[in-house]
């Protein structure tokens, strides 16, 4: 049976007060999708000049990559439109940002999931010669809003089987919540009925 990807993006994009704050959040986000390790798996789209000012949550990435309860995606170097750089531009963020994963985890992404979904002949080109598969914002990448009224709609989170669903590092992660107790319980109205709080105006 295929499972749920959950891919966390932007990670901590913030000005230096904001990130600990955003890094609780993904750490609880991302605790979540351990409840159900059968049904959800968890990548983290690296955002590389920006986590490396971050120890706690490069320590926390690694603890989790090695356990086997957390894998990686790459988000870009900086947070930019690619479609912007020359080619050779493109490869030098693509050559740091290999170093600097090899470096600090010790592997080397399979997926560029683009800022905004970026998306250009270059870009592909730069994906086919360092080994990526390029992934955008559209199907099967499904938004937590759009996902969550969709498992509402059918009861269960088996519509989303084999599709990704995208959750900002920023966000409070409550569409996502419910997802993940959907799959828990079996289906939604049952999870709504043990937290009637938590999917208050959920419709």
Known sequence: MSVIRVRFDDVLVYSEPMKDREFQKFRKHHQWCLDM???????????????????EA????????????LYIDLHGWEHIDYTKLSQKEIEEHLDKSF?????????????????????????????????????????????QGPASAKVHETQTVECLRGKVIMVHWFERGLKLYRIVQTAKYGTWDEA??????LFKDSK
């Open 37 to 55: 390790p059968e049904t959800f798996y968890p990548t983290a789209a690296i955002l590389c000049s920006e986590i490396q000012a971050f120890p």
């Open 58 to 69: 490069v320590e926390y990435v690694r603890t989790e990559l090695d356990a086997g309860r």
């Open 99 to 143: 170093e600097y994963l090899l470096k600090e985890f010790n592997c080397l992404p399979v997926r560029w999931a683009t800022p905004w979904g970026a998306n250009s002949e270059s870009i592909q080109l730069a994906c086919r010669k360092y080994g990526l598969t390029w992934e955008g914002v559209t199907d099967p990448v499904v938004d």
């Open 192 to 197: 709504a009925a043990d937290q009637p709080e």
